[in-house]
């Protein structure tokens, strides 16, 4: 009896202290509820922080000493930070300064209280973009919110994923208190071929992924330094360009052409989007010449840029800041240029090999109104959230991606020996069938209307189209001659290029997509191998919805019960795009196994421990990437003989379709 008295005591003073992941998943949630009205008297708690926590008072609670709590109260008391109802880009050298002096105070809190204390009270002081961006990177990296889930974007800032005209509908609904379900299509029309690919551009489950893979990875990131992020930034974007193509493909269009800075932007781009405050996105017209934009930078500036990347690249080496050199001809040459790309803030030599990527998505992004004479707010492009919409992203970052294939097809193709595995031979791989389809997606707006305590809350909800695949595994039939662990990648490669010509496998190589690369412990003789396309590592299943996320958890909290959301990273190509679309006489590709040594994997326990299943491309947050081999092994690397590869017994290739069934 006495044990039971002491438990419900520890457990009534937990609760109180706020630390279990429920009472830390309510109050993000809260927090992020509604972000554009003051926060509802019915949270209590963050009501009163709001109003009454002076954040310099619990400076003592801050790792820093409370610097970055006492500058940006400085800032704001001195009126200089950014006004609310106003846009927000990261891009906006100045916004993002405003943006990360939240993401300082709050990772620097030392236990949880203090963290939700600053937190409330910076949501009613700072501009509403900043504060969302803050409060999901600092969710993302804090060790205090390890297991908060954060809500999906599209459902706390719906304008940055929702069309316009819905957008109108869901005002109309709020107005006349009228619940209301509005179906959104893709932008354009069928008269713009590139429309046939705008589900994917406009797929708000990748535009997500692509949102919160710059979150796990910011290029501002001044923390612990993180394993191959340049490379990273690299493989994911080389990832996404080699998935567009293969959309295009399915839909009998060309690979997406690069970008050329001294060419027409060929296409333009109509968002019907706008922001929440500050109008609509700019539209640009078809064959926009480029123009400087004032304030930021010149397109010679940018061809200066390019043309130190591509000296470093045909050097074989970079420039340190210091005026020595550093080797690039080598597997770690990827992740120097990453860096200096994109540029990060790992990057050899920031003020001599610029910031190439980031700048162009601003140059970009203002072309609409290069020298700032219509006060345009900025463009699709200056957004993570919405820059996969216009179909200059792709052109841009295939722009970049030839960049990269020239560092890499400076190295040495890969021996026989480099790829061999003697212990395993794939005898034969069956895949089920692969097949596609469109189905109806459904999320909540109410986040992006206006409301106050008084006004009644309506229900407002999109449906969109998205594309989605039959479940689907495959059989891999293998002898070992021993037991042991082995590493296996497993990718999907488009066959005939645009005009059904068979591609050699020198240039199909470069369009590989990723499947899946994971980690198993075979036993010597025949053996099958199952694996189904669910559990692959570079794709997550959907987000649990902002709606069913506040039901659990005020659940949990109310029965005062453990929380188990099983959610984990929002980083993570979508499973149901894990599959190009394909099309209604199959898309040819090669489905390939290719199978090499346990001893690729950095981590011991990666048979039984997926790191929560999204590797492939967002790498395992706080620890090394798992596979030692360069991101997309073997294939990043030239091969001038292709018999080389076909001859391997660990590596099988066959052809598989991919079929699209109109519902
Ligand atoms: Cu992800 Cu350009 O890097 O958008």
Redesign the pocket.
């Known amino acids: 009896m006495k044990w039971a008295v002491v438990a419900a005591v520890l457990l009534v003073a937990a609760v109180a202290e706020g630390a279990d992941l429920a009472h830390r998943q309510q109050a993000v949630n809260r927090l992020l509820y509604k972000i554009y009205s003051p926060i509802p008297s019915a949270f209590a708690k963050l009501k009163e922080h709001a109003t009454t926590f002076n954040p310099r008072d619990h400076i003592s609670h801050c790792n820093d000493g409370g610097n970055s709590v006492n500058h940006l109260m400085d800032e704001i008391e001195a009126n200089r930070v950014l006004e609310q109802k106003h846009w927000f880009s990261l891009f906006n050298e100045r916004q993002r300064e405003e943006a990360l002096m939240m993401v300082d105070v709050l990772l620097n809190c030392m236990d949880f209280e203090t963290f939700q204390g600053n937190a409330a009270y910076f949501r009613e002081h700072m501009n509403e973009g900043e504060f969302v961006y803050a409060i999901y990177v600092a969710v993302t990296h804090s060790e205090l919110m390890q297991g908060v889930v954060l809500p999906p974007m599209y459902e706390v800032t719906p304008h940055m994923f929702t069309n316009s005209e819905v957008i109108d509908k869901a005002y109309t609904a709020k107005m006349t208190q009228t619940a209301g379900e509005f179906y959104m299509s893709f932008t354009g029309s069928k008269k713009n071929p590139e429309q046939r690919v705008a589900y994917f551009g406009e797929d708000i489950g990748m535009n997500s992924h692509?949102v919160h893979?710059?979150m796990d990875y910011p290029f501002w990131w001044h923390g612990q330094e993180i394993d191959r992020k340049g490379e990273l930034?690299f493989w994911?974007?080389h990832q996404?360009t080699a998935r567009f193509d293969a959309e295009r493909l399915s839909n009998h269009l060309s690979p997406v052409d690069e970008l050329y800075w001294d060419r027409p932007i060929k296409e333009g781009f109509a968002p019907h989007t706008s922001y929440k405050y500050g109008g609509e996105f700019p539209t640009r017209p078809d064959n926009k010449n480029f123009e400087d934009v004032n304030g930021v930078a010149r397109i010679r500036d940018m061809k200066i840029m390019e043309s130190r990347i591509r000296d470093a690249i045909a050097h074989g080496y970079a420039d340190n800041t210091d005026g020595t050199h550093l080797d690039i001809n080598n597997d770690e040459g990827i992740n120097v240029l990453g860096a200096a790309i994109?540029s990060s803030t790992s990057s050899i030599h920031p003020s001599y090999y610029g910031a190439l990527?980031?700048q162009?998505?601003r140059v970009l992004g203002q072309q609409a109104d290069p020298h700032g004479k219509f006060n345009m707010p900025p463009g699709v492009m200056e957004h993570?959230e919405t820059?996969?919409r216009d179909p200059s992203?792709f052109r841009?970052?295939k722009y970049?991606d030839n960049i990269f294939k020239e560092q890499k097809d400076k190295l040495p193709p890969y021996t026989t020996d480099d790829l061999k595995y003697d212990n395993v031979e794939i005898k034969s791989v069956d895949v089920d069938e692969l097949s596609t389809f469109f189905e109806d997606f459904k999320f909540d707006l109410r986040n992006a209307l206006d409301t106050s305590d008084g006004v009644g809350d309506v229900t407002v909800y999109a449906h969109v189209p998205r594309l989605n695949h039959k479940p689907f595994g495959y059989n891999i039939n293998y002898h070992a001659k021993s037991a042991e662990r082995v590493t296996v990648r497993v990718y999907l490669t488009p066959k005939y290029d645009e005009n059904g010509v068979q591609r050699e496998m020198e240039v199909g190589r470069w369009h590989a997509i990723l499947l899946d690369t994971f980690w198993v412990d075979v036993e010597a003789g025949d053996h099958v191998y199952h694996r189904d396309a669910s559990q692959s590592n570079v794709a997550i299943p959907d987000r649990i919805s902002f709606e069913e996320l506040i039901k659990e958890t005020d659940e949990a909290v109310a029965n005062n019960e453990e929380l188990s959301l099983n959610s984990g990273r929002s980083c993570g190509h979508p499973q149901r795009l894990l599959l190009p679309k394909g099309n209604e006489e199959g898309l040819a590709c090669w489905f390939t196994v290719y199978v090499t040594s346990g001893g690729d994997g950095v981590h011991d326990d990666l048979q039984t421990n997926d790191y929560g299943s999204n590797h492939g491309y967002c790498g395992i947050q706080g620890a090394k990437y798992p596979d030692k081999r360069p991101m997309g092994f073997p294939y990043e690397r030239r091969i001038p003989n292709k018999f080389l590869v076909l001859g391997l017994p660990n590596h099988h290739s066959q052809e598989v379709n991919v079929y699209h069934k109109e519902e």
């Open positions: 692509h893979w710059h930034f994911a974007h996404l994109e990527h980031n162009a998505h993570f820059a996969t992203f841009l970052h970049m």
